[in-house]
């Protein structure tokens, strides 16, 4: 299908999903925000819309950055430690602050943000203790770091209180309901500058998802675009995984989604994965909303449940021979 279809349907869930819930509000309410209906779409559910389009669209463009960087259709945006970092921050401000915010932001967001930087610079300095920027030192790293970083969150959890570890326990879980206006327009900015970045090397992509060698021959400075490559990845996951909590999988379906309907060709990869991405995540917080009604489940969780099966499809399925064979 082409991109305009995709545009279109993207727009018309973002219109159409903050509707839909435990109990259904009409679109009137949208031009007449007056009464509890109004308040509830325009404070919470509308909000919660735009942060899944955001975060689905980053966490999609990363997956597929990755995927082509690694040149492994199972690489994810998680793969190099950003969100343990950034829970790792998080789960310490919960212990030790509690639920002190800091300016109009959440004090556990803000320190999830340094903790997912922090990460990435480590990930970065630990790759560069070897000469260049090799694709295997910058893996090796980023799985040691996400170990590490998944460990110190067991280990503040267990020494926490019972009210603190259950809190940490629900920030792991990843969800669109903790997103307020500000957290809106903080998720933006580090989305918005580390697409720009990724969007601007589709070309780049190309090459790198076929080989270093041939990128080396086409001109491509490789290391210095791996490393561009790295920290806008690592800006869109440290937002990301700051403001909402780790949503895993959508970095890995939707890039292959992306494949399936629409080639190899990252020109058209780069606009189609992201708002594919986007819809997943739309479309999971609708469900999450109406599931279990009145409760709701994270929006993570139901990711996680769609994407344990989508990975076992690539591992042994033709998923992986897709990226392999170049979508022929």
Do not use: C
């Not at 597929?64 to 950003?82: D, K, R, S, W």
């Not at 343990?84 to 109009?104: D, R």
């Not at 009145?294 to 033709?318: N, R, S």
């Amino acid at each position: 299908m082409k991109l305009g279809f995709w545009y279109l349907f993207t727009l018309f869930s973002l219109a159409f999903t903050p509707l839909l819930g435990s109990e259904f509000i009409t679109p009137v309410h949208y031009w007449q925000p007056a009464g509890l209906d109004g308040d509830i779409l325009w404070s919470l559910r509308l909000p919660r819309a735009l942060a899944g389009l955001l975060a689905g669209a980053g966490l999609a463009l990363g997956g597929l950055a990755f995927q082509a960087l690694f040149q492994n259709p199972l690489a994810t945006p998680f793969t190099l430690g950003v969100a343990s970092g950034a829970g790792v921050g998080a789960a310490l401000w919960i212990t030790l602050a509690g639920g002190a915010a800091l300016a109009w932001l959440p004090g556990s967001a803000l320190a999830g943000l340094a903790g997912a930087l922090l990460t990435a610079y480590l990930v970065y300095s630990l790759t560069r203790l070897k000469e260049g920027f090799s694709t295997a030192s910058l893996l090796l790293a980023g799985v040691a770091v996400n170990l590490f970083g998944a460990s110190l969150i067991l280990l503040i959890q267990h020494l926490s209180g019972v009210q603190e570890s259950h809190r940490i326990l629900r920030w792991m879980m990843g969800g669109l309901n903790r997103a307020g206006w500000g957290e809106i327009a903080a998720l933006a900015g580090f989305v918005g500058l580390g697409s720009l970045v990724l969007i601007r090397f589709f070309w780049e992509l190309d090459l790198l998802s076929q080989g270093e060698d041939l990128a080396w021959a086409r001109g491509v400075n490789v290391e210095r675009v791996k490393a561009l490559l790295f920290f806008a990845v690592s800006l869109i996951l440290a937002g990301q995984a700051a403001f909402l909590g780790p949503i895993g999988f959508v970095g890995l379906m939707a890039p292959h989604a992306a494949r399936m309907l629409g080639g190899t060709r990252h020109q058209d990869l780069v606009q189609l994965a992201p708002l594919l991405g986007a819809l997943l995540l739309l479309w999971a917080d609708a469900l999450s909303r109406m599931a279990f009604s009145p409760a709701e489940v994270p929006v993570g969780i139901l990711t996680a449940l769609m994407g344990g099966p989508f990975f076992l499809y690539l591992l042994l399925g033709q998923g992986g021979r897709l990226f392999a064979s170049g979508g022929r």
